[in-house]
C-alpha cells in the first residue's frame, strides 16, 4: 500500500478515524480531569566549598575536589538522615491519615520514622547547576504542604551539615583532650627523670661547653700553663744566680763572690742589701782616712777594720738569703705547677667520667623533646578541633526559600489535550491500516489495474444532476462525460 492507496483508505474509513481520534482525545481529557493536580515548589541553596570558620590551612580545592564534594552535598540532601530530620521537623506522621497509610503499606513492620522519609524521598528532587547552587524540589497535591517539605528540606540539610562538621570535631576535642592528660603526664615524667639524673650526675648543663667542670678544666688549664712560666722563670733566675756565685769563686775569694751576686737584678732590687753596701762604703771611705792618718795599729783604724769587716758579712749574708729566697721561689713555683697539675689531671678524668653520663643525658632530652613536641602539636590540634566543635554557622546558606504555588505542575490540559491529538490521530491511523488490510478494496484505477492485470479503457465519474434538471446543460453534459480513457 503505498501513500496515495493509504489517503484514499483514510477517505473511505474516516467515520473510524474520527471515532478513534475522538475516543483518544476524550480519554485523555478524562484522565487529566480525574488526577489529582500536582503542585511542585522549590528552594535554593548555596553550598560554599570555602570554610571560612575553619583554622586548618589549605582551604582551596581543585575543580576535580569541587565536584565531588558538591556530588557529595546533593546526595546528603536526598539521604535518609535529612528526611528523618524533616519528618520530626513537620511532624509528619501526625498529620491526618499517615499513620492508617503506613500500616496499609507496612503492615506495621519497620519503624514510621523510616518509612516517612521514605515516602518524602519519592518525591523530592535534586538539582545543580553548574555553579555553587542547589535547587531542591518537592511535589504535592497540596500546594502550602509543598512549599513546607522544600523548605523543611532545605533547613534540615543546613542543620545537619552543621551537625555533621562540629559533631566530629566535639568527639575529636574530646578525643584529643584525654591524650593530653597523658602526653603532659608523660612530659613531666620526662622532664623530672632528665632533672634528677642531671643531679645525680652533677651535670648543670647540657651543653659540655658551657658546663662549670668544662670551664673549670680551662681555667685550670690556663693557670697551669701560668705556673710552669712561673717555675721556668724562677728557676732560671736561681740558675743565673748560682752560675754567677760558681764564676765568682772561680776567679778567686770571697770578695769576687760578693761582686759577682751584686750584679744580680734581685740583689739590685734588693733595700738591705744596697742600705748594707752604703753602710759599707762609707766604712771603707773612714777605713782609709784613717789608715792614712792613723796607721794600722792606731785603736780607731781597728775599730773601722773590725766595722767594715762586719758589714762585709752581712752584705754577704743578706746576698745568700736573697740567693736562697730565688731557690725557695723556684721549688714554690715548682710545687704549685705540680698541685695545679694534679687538680688538671684530676678535673679531666672527671670529664671523662661526665662524658658517658652525657650521651645517657642526652638520649633523656631528646625524649623530653620528643615528648614535648608530641604535646604541643596535640594541643594545636585539639585548639582547632574545639574552635571548629563550637561553630554556629556552616558555608551553606538557604537563598531562595519555597513559596506556595499558584499553578499547578501537572497535568497539563493543554499538552495533554496536544498531545492527544497526535498520539490520536496515528493511533487512528493505524486501526485504518489494519482495517484496510484486512478488507482490502478497489478505491482507485491503479488498484483495479494491479489486481486484474489488464490496462483499463476508461472511467466513469460520479454522475451529479444540475439544477434539478432531468438532463445537464449542454456545458455541463460534456464535462459529466467520462474521459475517453
Known amino acids: 500500500m503505498d501513500f496515495n492507496q493509504f489517503i484514499l483508505a483514510l477517505r473511505a474509513r474516516r467515520k473510524a478515524f474520527m471515532l478513534v481520534l475522538g475516543a483518544t482525545i476524550l480519554s485523555a481529557l478524562a484522565v487529566a480531569l480525574v488526577v489529582p493536580k500536582s503542585y511542585v515548589s522549590s528552594a535554593t541553596i548555596l553550598i560554599d566549598a570555602r570554610n571560612e570558620q575553619s583554622l586548618a590551612p589549605g582551604d582551596r580545592m581543585s575543580p576535580r575536589e569541587r565536584v565531588g564534594y558538591l556530588q ?3 546526595e546528603l540532601i536526598a539521604s535518609g538522615k535529612v528526611a528523618r530530620r524533616v519528618v520530626r521537623d513537620l511532624k509528619y506522621t ?20 523510616d518509612w516517612a522519609a521514605a515516602a518524602l524521598l519519592k518525591k523530592v528532587k535534586v538539582d545543580s547547576s553548574a555553579g555553587n547552587v542547589v535547587t531542591v524540589l518537592y511535589s504535592s497535591s497540596d500546594p502550602k504542604f509543598s512549599a513546607d517539605v522544600a523548605n523543611a528540606f532545605a533547613k534540615a540539610y543546613v542543620e545537619t551539615s552543621l551537625e555533621l562538621r562540629t559533631e566530629p570535631s566535639r568527639e575529636a576535642a574530646a578525643w584529643f583532650e ?51 712560666n712561673a717555675t721556668y722563670d724562677a728557676q732560671s733566675r736561681y740558675r743565673h744566680a748560682q752560675e754567677f756565685l760558681s764564676g765568682g769563686a772561680s776567679a778567686g775569694g770571697g770578695g769576687a763572690n760578693l761582686a759577682a751576686a751584686d750584679s744580680l737584678p734581685e740583689v739590685m732590687s734588693s733595700g738591705t742589701v744596697q742600705g748594707l ?9 773612714r777605713l782609709e782616712q784613717s789608715a792614712a792618718d792613723l796607721g794600722p795599729n792606731h785603736p780607731q783604724y781597728q775599730r773601722n777594720v773590725s766595722e767594715v769587716q762586719g758589714l762585709r758579712e752581712k752584705v754577704a749574708t743578706e746576698m745568700k738569703k736573697v740567693i736562697a729566697g730565688l731557690n725557695n721561689a723556684a721549688l714554690q713555683a715548682r710545687r704549685r705547677e705540680e698541685e695545679l697539675k694534679n687538680a688538671y689531671n684530676a678535673q679531666q678524668e672527671r670529664l671523662l667520667a661526665m662524658r658517658d653520663a652525657r650521651v645517657e643525658l642526652a638520649v633523656m632530652s631528646r625524649d623530653v623533646e620528643n615528648a614535648q613536641r608530641t604535646y604541643d602539636t596535640a594541643l594545636g590540634r585539639y585548639l582547632t578541633t574545639k574552635v571548629e566543635a ?15 504555588p499558584v499553578e499547578a505542575k501537572s497535568p497539563k490540559v493543554g499538552l495533554i489535550t496536544m498531545l492527544s491529538v497526535v498520539i490520536g490521530a496515528l ?13 482490502r478494496r478497489v478505491r ?22 444540475a439544477g434539478g434538471r432531468l438532463l445537464p446543460a449542454p456545458l455541463r453534459a460534456a464535462r459529466a462525460l467520462p474521459h475517453p480513457w
Not at 652533677?202 to 693557670?223: F, K, N, W
Open 444 to 465: 482507485s484505477r491503479s488498484d483495479l489495474e494491479s489486481r486484474l492485470a489488464v490496462p483499463a479503457l476508461g472511467r466513469l465519474s460520479k454522475w451529479q444532476p
Open 277 to 285: 753596701k752604703a753602710a759599707l762604703v762609707a766604712a771603707e771611705g
Open 94 to 113: 501526625q498529620l491526618p491519615g499517615v499513620r492508617e497509610q503506613y500500616e496499609r503499606d507496612t503492615g506495621g513492620v519497620g519503624t514510621i520514622d
Open 390 to 404: 563550637t561553630a554556629l554557622t556552616s558555608n551553606i546558606a538557604v537563598l531562595t526559600p519555597a513559596i506556595e
Open 427 to 439: 493511533l487512528a491511523a493505524g486501526v485504518v491500516f489494519l482495517l484496510e488490510i484486512m478488507d
Open 178 to 228: 584525654e591524650q593530653l592528660k597523658g602526653l603532659r603526664t608523660s612530659v613531666s615524667r620526662s622532664q623530672a627523670k632528665l632533672t634528677a639524673y642531671q643531679k645525680a650526675k652533677g651535670i648543670t648543663s647540657v651543653d659540655e661547653r658551657a658546663d662549670p667542670e668544662s670551664i673549670r678544666l680551662g681555667e685550670l688549664s690556663t693557670q697551669l700553663l701560668a705556673a710552669r
Open 72 to 74: 557529595t552535598q546533593l
